[in-house]
């Protein structure tokens, strides 16, 4: 028995040695793949990816979708769905079980409701949306006027406070609680993702266009200038209108501002700094300039020149602003003026624009916008070469993050005769509580506001700078013009030292010989030497003698 037993125990461990080395080759690629998924979520959390790549927008999105992300960009991105809009308001008085409804607005600040409650209707309560990035609600409770206490979840109201899902309101005897019905899924705060391009070309030796873009939590600016072709400063101009746009846009965006008014009166001064510039200058110049403000679910353009805007909605693309030029021939020269064999060459010419006049009146356009909205901004060196129907054929497929850059590499491959700038906007279906994208500054492109960019033309001499000097600049001006002015004091003083010195050796080179006599006998020279010369020829030479 004890044999059959050890012999049984003996075929058992066999047995299992034989399962394990035939399993192990599965825990190895297991544990493996195992391993590979841990490393890659890794490098997920530490990657960083540097700035100004063409592919980076992509990577970045793809970095954003690893497992185990734990950055705070990524948890900051909370969608504005969760704490959507609400379109009622239902209180449900406790004691008679009656269902008050109160329709609520879909504008933030500008929406509201009032009824009135309690005993004999004695108290008038007003209720609006409020904002879920500003506030720790999503309704607002004024009291207008009231005769009886009120509470909110036990809590005296004073001025406006914040009412939520399942919070009780007491007038007076009376309880309500409130329910909050959602019927309305668009979200209360806008949300833009957006792409944006520029590049100088193949022909023109510096990019006369300039990007403005601007972030905020309550709204963008999107701008597009174009300096004026071929015209001296062109590039110093279109880069000034950008910097005025944007400083417009940081000091009025707290507010709630008609932006029509705003944005012609930004363009008004504008023209007018740019075409005093213009008659201090032997050269004329000019820009072209498109804006676009998206704030609260409504769109608001001011365009002047030949650049372009188009919006995308139902899958059709519909330009928006009008072209400020017109299109003649150019004046040949002498030998071809009478050649009728091949027409003329043709050339647009600005009928408006920045520095072309001094009185300007913008177009203004206002719309408003429903999730899923794009815009198309771009120069005319893109709208030159790419007919309509292929940029629509590019909005319908392509998203915005890659849309701008092939936009302009396929201009710069038809071969533009001018620069490529393009911006790329598309309004959000579902939108965030903060942005998912973050506009960066690089050549030619100007984001957000900086107090050192001037808001002012220097003088036409000047070398007006188009990017705003930094503090090292300036310190290095001033240390130079230190060591100038000590240079120069350094070359005066020695000028007048050797001027000193070739008086004195002139001085000596006069003076006649003593006589033998009379040199053993004199003093120190430390009077004058003419002094000396006028003892030396009086009588007493004797005496003078007798007394050494």
Known sequence: MHALQLLLGRLTSGIRGITNLLSSPFRFVTQSFSSLVQQFSQLGRSLRLPTGLSGSRFFRGLRDSLPGRTDAAVHKRVKVSETA?????????????????????????????????????????????????RSQGQIGLHIIYSREKVLLDGTPIAGEVTLNEKSILTIGQQEYACNL???????????????????????RDINEDAIGLYQHKRGYLFALADGVGGGRYGDQMS???????????????????????????????????????????????????TALIIKDWEATITHVGDSRLYLWRGQTLT??????????????????????????????VLEKAIGKSDQLQPDTVTLRLIPGDRFLMCSDGVSGVIPLQELADRMAVEPVRTLADSLVRLANE??????????????????????????????????????????????PQDNFQTHYPTSRSRWALV???LLLLAIIWGVGALNARQQTTLALDAVHTITPTPTPEIIPTLPPPTTPLPTLLAHAAAPERSHHHAVG
């Open 319 to 348: 330009q928006i602003t009008r072209d400020h030029a017109y299109r003649e021939p150019i004046i040949r020269d002498t030998r071809h003026a009478n050649d009728t064999r091949t027409p003329p060459p043709m050339r647009d």
């Open 239 to 289: 880069a000034f209108a950008i910097h005025y746009l944007l400083a417009v846009f940081h000091r009025n965006i707290p507010y709630d501002l008609p932006w029509s008014q705003t944005l012609v009166r930004a363009f008004q001064f504008i023209n007018a700094e740019i075409r005093s510039f213009v008659r201090r200058s032997a050269f004329s110049s000019g820009t072209t300039l």
């Open 479 to 481: 240390l130079g013009l």
């Open 85 to 133: 809009q609400f379109s009622q308001l239902h209180l449900i008085n406790k004691t008679t079980t009656a269902r008050t409804v109160i329709h609520l607005g879909s504008t933030i600040g500008s929406s509201f409701t009032d009824v009135t409650l309690g005993a004999d209707n004695q108290t008038r309560l007003r209720f609006s949306q409020l904002d879920p990035t």
């Open 414 to 459: 038809r071969g533009t005769k001018d620069n490529s700038s393009v911006i790329v906007v598309e309004v959000l279906r579902e939108g965030y509580v903060h942005d998912i994208w973050e506009a960066r500054e690089e050549s030619r492109v100007f984001v957000g506001y900086h107090r050192a960019r001037p808001l002012r033309l220097g003088k």
């Open 181 to 203: 019905f959602a019927w309305d899924r668009t979200p209360i705060v806008i949300r833009v993702d957006a792409g944006y391009a520029t590049s100088t070309g193949a022909v």
